[in-house]
């Protein structure tokens, strides 16, 4: 009868004049059968696998890729969860410095999505964010207490951050309007110490760049991948689901016959600090000097033309609405002291009359070392008449039409455009008058005549009752005048029209905060999806049995050990059985054979056994 017969010399078919299967026999025959199955079971799961992987990230058709995983923002962040990534940023603005922590998921590998970057949120599912006053630049005379000041930020967000995670979380120190109004030695007095400081605390990805003042520009384009990042106005998914209208795109290089491409529309943005004021908003148009455009490609590969953007950008330092407030009492004091009668000394001055104050609210306004007495007359109407040379509109335009300061902006289409207010827009809105969203003009001049005109002792009693829990009390003093700066700045700035319906003062979008900091990581972090889609690159080239990262099959690796060592302890059985017969033959010089299979090593031991018995 034919019979198959394991030796460690190979497979063997024999006969045999009975059937006499061994039991190490079959049990071999069995483990190394299921062992090849199992090979090939899981390496044809795994191909496909791997075959789908690549199918989603690089060959599905651009409208139908959705984001791989969204991160909830009704639910604490995982941190358990070792896919995260984290980034940290902190924003030193002339008011304050706040950080943010912010955590990505694992990028897709789809070379067409952006990192889908949110805010961490803690498990009392509150973002995880932190401010501290006064503003860094409050240190331009004292440098080396910089990094003292910074640290409990950055304690805040590494007690946050999982500790293993500290090395590959990038860390950003952007300072803004307040810095940028220091000299150039405070500046770098203030950088060097952060940056020599910090990273002896703290083990967070923190390269010479990471530490810097930026330009108003690089606020104003942060604030704007911010909010369109947010709205979704990157995405390349379904448009008549989303509603979102289509802008058509003119593609560097293209023949008159290829498609044309379309993307959706963005939104412009303006974001009024407490130094500085930004405007930023896509343009088509190339025929606008260099430092009023900001080119950039937001796509982690060179080649990407969806992300690659041409914004209108500009920057007005000294027009946001406390650096406004101050030039407004230094034009007040300079005015009264120009008008009063000679020969009046200053200490004698009546109380200097503020239609941009509530009524009878009284304030004091240092200036030169002097200081001046301030009465309010509540006045919203002429509050912004008042305050009208501080736009400096008539600073000659270079190039028609013109904004504030003499500063080209282009024209903007009102019929289709859609703009969003950051930062004062917000504040100014929504923490006492209560309308923040979707601006009127109308509506907003109501509330804010009939603030101005409210006396301050209602006002204060207001305060006190806490009846605006979101205003605190420079918020409440400064209402009137921030009002009045805001749309000052709106309408006869920006030359808004009163009756446009598309402005929006924003804080969140979907529950989201929305900051520039977000597009700063955006567009800092760009680079980083790279490794994963080299990673599916290399699968594509690479079939598993053929790559290294075979070693990271777990199943795999433990059938092959188990096959191995299975192999092994059969060579060494049969070894050890050879080793007794050749012992028990030696003792017969006249016997000769020659034995592969255990058939022959069973009858040697017969024989053996018959001879010595
Ligand atoms: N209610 C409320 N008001 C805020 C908050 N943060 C800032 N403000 C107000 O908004 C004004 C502007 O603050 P920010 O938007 O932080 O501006 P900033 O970063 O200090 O200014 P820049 O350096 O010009 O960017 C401040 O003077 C505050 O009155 C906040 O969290 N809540």
């Given at each position: 009868m034919a019979r198959i017969s394991l030796s460690c010399r190979g497979w063997q078919l024999s006969c045999a004049p009975h059937i006499n299967w061994g039991s190490s026999k079959v049990l071999a025959t069995c483990v190394i059968s299921i062992a090849l199955l199992c090979i090939i079971v899981v390496t044809v799961i795994e191909t496909r696998r791997i075959q789908n992987e690549i199918n989603t990230a690089d060959a599905s058709p651009r409208h139908l890729r959705v984001p791989r995983k969204k991160l909830s923002i009704t639910e604490p962040t995982d941190v358990n969860d070792m896919d995260l990534h984290y980034g940290v940023v902190i924003d030193c603005g002339s008011s304050g410095s706040r950080v943010y922590v912010y955590v990505w998921p694992k990028h897709s590998g789809n070379s067409n999505e952006l990192l889908q970057i949110e805010q961490m949120i803690d498990k009392d599912l509150k973002p995880v964010s932190k401010k501290i006053e006064?503003?860094?630049?409050?240190?331009?005379?004292?440098?080396?207490?910089a990094s003292e000041y910074i640290r409990p930020l950055l304690k805040y967000a590494a007690d946050h951050i999982p500790s293993s995670k500290h090395k590959e979380t990038p860390l950003y120190i952007l300072a803004t309007a307040g810095m940028r109004m220091l000299t150039e030695s405070q500046q770098t007095a203030i950088l060097s110490d952060l940056r020599v400081d910090l990273p002896m605390y703290f083990d967070f990805?923190?390269?010479?760049?990471?530490v810097e003042v930026i330009t108003g520009k690089q606020e104003g384009v942060y604030a704007w991948i911010a909010m369109n990042f947010a709205l979704g106005r990157f995405d390349h998914n379904e448009d008549e689901v989303s509603g979102t209208p289509l802008s058509k795109m003119e593609l560097p290089n293209e023949g008159s016959s290829s498609k044309p491409h379309y993307r959706k529309r963005t939104v412009g943005i303006i974001d009024m600090g407490g130094g500085s004021v930004q405007i930023a908003f896509e343009v088509?148009?190339?025929?606008?000097s260099k430092s009023l455009l900001a080119e950039f490609n937001?796509?982690?590969?060179?080649?990407?033309?969806?992300h690659t953007y041409r914004v209108y950008v500009t920057t007005f330092l000294g027009y946001g609405a406390n650096a406004a407030r101050s030039r407004y009492e230094k034009m007040l004091v300079n005015n009264t002291v120009f008008y009063s009668?000679?020969?009046?000394?200053e200490s004698e001055l009546p109380p200097i009359k503020d239609p941009c104050l509530p009524e009878e609210m009284e304030d004091t306004v240092s200036f030169k070392n002097k200081d001046y007495k301030i009465y309010g007359t509540g006045n919203y109407l002429k509050c912004k008449l008042n305050m009208h040379k501080l736009l400096n509109t008539s600073v000659p335009c270079q190039k028609e039409p013109c904004s504030l300061n003499g500063v080209h902006q282009p024209d903007i289409n009102y019929h289709y455009s859609e703009f969003y207010g950051f930062s004062e827009f917000w504040y100014t809105m929504e923490?006492?008058?209560?309308?923040?969203g979707k601006y009127n003009f109308d509506q907003f001049e109501h509330k804010a005549k009939e603030y101005c005109a409210s006396k301050w002792s209602t006002l204060e009693d207001w305060f006190n009752k806490k009846l605006y829990p979101k205003a605190d009390q420079h918020r409440f003093k400064y209402q009137c005048f921030k009002s009045s700066w805001m749309s000052k700045v709106l309408h006869d700035g920006f030359k808004f029209p009163h009756e446009y319906n598309s402005f929006t003062s924003a804080s969140l979008v979907d529950g989201k905060e929305v900051q520039w900091t977000l597009g700063a990581l955006l567009y800092r972090t760009r680079y980083y999806p790279l490794r994963e889609i080299q990673q599916l690159e290399f699968q594509r080239y690479h079939p598993p049995w053929h790559r290294s990262s075979i070693l990271d099959n777990h199943i795999l690796l433990v059938i092959i050990v188990f096959i191995i060592l299975a192999i092994i302890g059969l060579y060494i059985r049969r070894m050890r059985k050879l080793a007794v017969i050749r012992a028990g033959l030696s003792r017969v010089p006249s016997m000769s054979y020659f034995m592969v299979g255990e058939d022959q090593m069973e009858q040697g031991i017969k024989i053996e056994r018959t001879m010595y018995s």
């Open positions: 006064p503003g860094l630049s409050t240190y331009g005379d004292k440098a080396s207490e990805l923190f390269g010479e760049n990471h088509e148009r190339s025929d606008i937001l796509g982690c590969q060179d080649s990407d033309i969806d009668p000679t020969g009046m000394g923490d006492v008058f209560r309308i923040g």
